[in-house]
C-alpha cells in the first residue's frame, strides 16, 4: 500500500514527532540527549528554520518547528541521519534506530499553535515523569523563561503580550491551566515508558522499590498499584514483569 501523503501546512510551521523503532529508547543517557540538541540546532541553523519547542522523551521527540528554504523532509532527513550516525557509534550498533518515517501534521492558526505548544511541554507531566513541567530538563519550556538559544522565542511570546515580562507571565499561566489537549501522538495514542523510568517514578514517590511491591502491605500495594495504572505509558503487562505480581491482581487493585 502506498503511503499516504503528507498534509502540507500553509504556514510552514508542523508539530513533528520522531520515535524508535519497535518503541525502543532512542536516548541511553544525557550525553545523547545533549548531542541530539546540538544536531537540532546545527541543522535547523543551517537550513534556516525556527524550532518553537521541543521535547525529547527516552523513545520519541515532540518538534514545534516553520521550515526555511529547505522542505521538512529535507530537514528531518538531516536530523535524523546525523543522530543514528552518532547512536550507532556511540554504542557500536548498526541498522535504523527510528520508525519508519516521522510524523507530522500542520498547524495553521495561532490557537492551535499554543495548543500544540503547551502539549509538547506537558509531555513529561502527562507522562508521570515529572510533577512540574520545569524540572524536565529536556525540553524548551525553561528556555522561554531563561532566553534559550536553540528556539525562537520571540514569536509565540508576543502571542501573549507586546510586553516580554507580561508575556512571559502569560506563558507560564496559560501552561499551568488545566486542560485535554489532544494532539498528534505515538501509536494507538500510547507513550511507552522503559523500565527504568517507572521503577525511579515508585521510588521517588513511595521510597520503595517496585521489585518488592508484592511483598508490601496490601493497602500500600494498592496505592501503588493505582498509582502505576494512571502513569501514561505504564501498561498492566509491564506492571506484572516488574512486580511479579498477576494481571488478575493489577486489575483488581
Known amino acids: 500500500m502506498p503511503r499516504a501523503a503528507r498534509i502540507i501546512s500553509c504556514t510552514g510551521i508542523y508539530h513533528i514527532i520522531i520515535r524508535g523503532i519497535n518503541q525502543q529508547n532512542i536516548f541511553s543517557s544525557d550525553n545523547d540527549y545533549r548531542k541530539f540538541l546540538h544536531i537540532l540546532s546545527r541543522c535547523c541553523r543551517k537550513s534556516a ?5 521541543y521535547c525529547l522523551m527516552s523513545n520519541h521527540v515532540h518538534l514545534l518547528l516553520k521550515e ?5 523532509a ?4 538531516k536530523i535524523g541521519t546525523s543522530y543514528v550516525n552518532y547512536y550507532n557509534w556511540q554504542y557500536n550498533r548498526k541498522g535504523h534506530l527510528f520508525q519508519d518515517r516521522y510524523k507530522s501534521e500542520p498547524v495553521e492558526d495561532e490557537a492551535y499553535f499554543l495548543t500544540v505548544l503547551r502539549y509538547i511541554h506537558q509531555n513529561p507531566k502527562k507522562a508521570g515523569i515529572t510533577e512540574n513541567i520545569d524540572s524536565y530538563p529536556w525540553s524548551s ?22 510586553d516580554q515580562d507580561r508575556a512571559i507571565q502569560g506563558f507560564i499561566n496559560f501552561h499551568n491551566q488545566a486542560n485535554e489537549d489532544k494532539c498528534l501522538d505515538i501509536t494507538n495514542g500510547r507513550e ?9 517514578l515508585i521510588l521517588k514517590r513511595y ?7 508484592a511483598n508490601i502491605k496490601p493497602d500500600t500495594q ?25 494481571l488478575y491482581q493489577i486489575r483488581k487493585a
Open 49 to 53: 528554520c525556527e524550532v518553537y519547542a
Open 68 to 72: 526555511g528554504p529547505e522542505p521538512l
Open 74 to 77: 529535507t530537514i528531518m532527513k
Open 141 to 162: 519550556y525553561l528556555g522561554y523563561l531563561e532566553k534559550g538559544t536553540l528556539i525562537n522565542t520571540t514569536f509565540p511570546l508576543k502571542i501573549f503580550h507586546q
Open 192 to 200: 511507552t515508558l522503559s523500565d527504568k523510568i517507572v521503577s525511579q
Open 207 to 213: 521510597n520503595l522499590e517496585i521489585t518488592t511491591l
Open 222 to 246: 494498592r496505592k501503588v498499584l493505582k498509582y502505576l495504572k494512571e502513569i501514561k505509558g505504564c501498561s498492566l503487562r509491564q506492571i506484572a514483569r516488574l512486580t511479579g505480581l498477576t
